[in-house]
């Protein structure tokens, strides 16, 4: 399975404020896949990206895949108090879809 | 569409007893997994499916047993709950598309079940 490392482990940020979550592998990625967690609910997928050099936005949030595909990041500008919660980074091998997991990065955002 | 839907939202077991989660979506998707999550380590593959009659074992699937006789159903066994199993578990489910050529879809994930072993 594919180890993904997620940075940092938890921020707080003003709300307003920029951040910028990273996941890094080893490996190779192929399908990234960005998820948000309220806790004690289930994930919500926010983008997947499959391509060297993709990038993806969705309102505030917006996710790259550089171009030796083993890293991806994950930016949001301007944060409000629903960007609070887990992002989790998985991703799936050259083959399957099995998604092998982040540990996850907490977002606190301060009024 | 109900999505993926996930039975019970949450379980508590004494040590030995077994139990199924179940697992259900309705949008036709020939791969379904699932995954345990723990405290700072992310998601973990227990078993997954991509079709039905087809299961395989993911990272841990010891304790744990699957079968898939439907398309839109995929439960999970406890055979003799421990409480290493503690956990909330989630079923999530996705069209299987072509992987080998970079054709990856998105995976929706149940709201999970949260279990607890006593």
């Known amino acids: 399975s594919q180890e993904l490392e997620q940075s940092p482990q938890s921020l707080i940020v003003q709300e307003g404020k920029n951040l910028t979550i990273n996941c890094t592998s080893s490996k190779t990625l192929y399908g990234l896949y960005w998820y948000k967690q309220k806790y004690g609910e289930g994930l919500i997928f926010l983008m997947m990206?499959?391509?060297?050099?993709e990038e993806k936005s969705h309102e505030k949030i917006t996710a790259k895949l550089d171009e030796k595909k083993q890293q991806s990041s994950l930016h949001i500008t301007a944060s409000q108090p629903s960007h609070a919660g887990i992002y989790l980074c998985g991703a799936a091998g050259p083959n399957d879809y099995k998604l092998s997991f982040g540990a996850g990065t907490t977002v606190t955002v301060r009024a | 569409n109900a999505g993926v839907t996930q039975t019970p939202k949450f379980q508590v077991l004494k040590t030995g007893q077994s139990m199924t989660l179940q697992c259900a979506q309705d949008?036709?998707?020939?791969?379904m997994s699932w995954y345990r999550q723990d405290p700072g380590m992310g998601l973990r593959l227990i078993h997954y499916s991509v079709g039905a009659g087809i299961t395989d074992q993911g990272e841990v699937p010891n304790g744990y047993n699957v079968s898939r006789s439907t398309t839109e159903d995929f439960p999970l066994r406890l055979l003799s709950a421990a409480p290493s199993q503690t956990s909330v578990y989630f079923c999530?489910?996705?069209?299987?598309?072509?992987?080998?050529?970079?054709?990856?879809?998105?995976?929706?994930f149940g709201p999970g079940t949260r279990l607890t072993v006593l």
């Open positions: 949008m036709n998707h020939e791969y």
């Open positions: 990206l499959q391509k060297g050099g």
């Open positions: 999530a489910s996705s069209f299987a598309g072509t992987s080998g050529r970079g054709d990856y879809n998105e995976q929706f």
